[in-house]
């Protein structure tokens, strides 16, 4: 499903993000990535979601070599891969629906099928009975689940994560990776960027771990027989 191809991300002479990075990731499956701050997790989020192109080598997605993509094609990319921030990027001004149904807005799907998919992912997320509610009356926990609603509402592939539970208690925490869990089960492939060790060894799921933008650990063989760092 994701594919790493000797990608090296630099910024200038002085700086490189990521270096000579080979992974991937199977469909279904569910990783954290993880490292010291400045190791290049954001980088590597940022070539997926084709806010950054990489340097050198090849990111795919789905079969996809997205660093090809020509610059229109990056919109139907993105709607194909669901985001979740740490800070929830809410709209204060919108009800709990609102904010949930402005991916399908933008796809144009129909108002009946909204209804049908936003009140689906409320409801996978347990907060279908507070669809018409402001999201400043939820808890940070209920928050997060609105965002996360969000992001799969269009049934994406893929589902990327960042720190997606940096705000929150252990408690909460857990029960929103339990939800990335349920997701990844029915086929979705779940990329999980933490600094939390302690939930990650919990979760007892592959983890890539960058050091000064290289792979350490976590690495799988690449079609073809080359060796993940």
Do not use: C, W
Not at 41 to 61: D, F, H, I, N
Not at 159 to 188: C, H, R, W, Y
Request: aromatic letters at 4%; glycine letters at 10%.
């Amino acid at each position: 499903m994701i594919e790493f191809r000797q990608v090296t991300k630099r910024y200038d002479s002085d700086h490189t993000a990521l270096r000579q990075v080979n992974f991937h990731l199977d469909r279904g499956e569910l990783a954290f990535l993880t490292g010291h701050s400045g190791a290049g997790k954001s980088t590597l989020l940022k070539l997926l979601m084709v806010m950054e192109r990489p340097s050198a080598g090849e990111v795919v997605v789905g079969g996809q070599v997205l660093n090809r993509l020509p610059r229109r094609q990056i919109p139907y990319i993105r709607r194909h891969i669901g985001v979740v921030f740490q800070n929830h990027q809410l709209l204060f001004d919108r009800t709990v629906f609102d904010n949930v149904a402005m991916p399908l807005e933008v796809m144009g799907v129909s108002p009946r099928d909204v209804g049908r998919r936003v009140r689906a992912a409320l409801d996978k997320v347990g907060l279908l009975s507070k669809e018409k509610m402001n999201p400043l009356q939820l808890s940070g926990g209920e928050q997060q689940r609105v965002g996360i609603a969000r992001a799969v509402v269009n049934k994406p592939p893929l589902l990327l994560a960042d720190e997606p539970t940096g705000n929150l208690d252990p408690k909460l925490s857990a029960d929103i990776m339990n939800l990335f869990a349920q997701f990844s089960q029915v086929g979705v492939t779940v990329l999980i960027a933490s600094h939390d060790l302690a939930l990650i060894n919990e979760m007892g799921r592959r983890t890539l771990t960058l050091d000064h933008g290289n792979l350490i650990a976590g690495g799988k063989p690449l079609q073809g027989g080359s060796v993940g760092r």
